[in-house]
């Protein structure tokens, strides 16, 4: 389960792994649908076809369109979210956007629970 690949980007850095990403944003961010873009490109180089779970590690203060879900489901290979928010205002956002999402998508308190519950996933 080690990293892969490590990318960074303006707004944001990715961990790649074997079954799932972990991204992590930048201070002051704002991710957009247009973001959907790159991540499609970066999960069909890694993950051509295979299944994988796409986590965010929200440990900085930034904004997200909630209509990027939307466009984040049709993207093949992404079967489920994993939202790790480290304040309780990360935690009410993360909570308002699930609604925008009809996959698999869960909240944690941490990285380790997060990955058990990825594991589970794409082990099934």
Do not use: C
């Amino acid at each position: 389960m080690g990293i892969i690949k490590y990318l960074d980007y303006e707004d944001f850095e990715l961990f790649i792994f074997d079954n799932f990403i972990i991204n992590q944003v930048k201070e002051g961010a704002s991710i957009e649908p247009h973001h959907n873009e790159l991540l499609n490109e970066i999960v069909q180089e890694h993950f051509s076809n295979r299944d994988m779970v796409y986590v965010s590690n929200r440990v900085k203060s930034y904004s997200v369109n909630p209509l990027i879900y939307p466009k984040t489901e049709t993207i093949p290979n992404v079967i489920a979210i994993a939202m790790i928010p480290k304040t309780e205002v990360m935690r009410k956002n993360a909570e308002y956007e699930r609604q925008f999402y009809d996959k698999p998508y869960e909240i944690f308190n941490n990285l380790t629970d997060a990955m058990n519950w990825v594991q589970e996933l794409v082990s099934n």
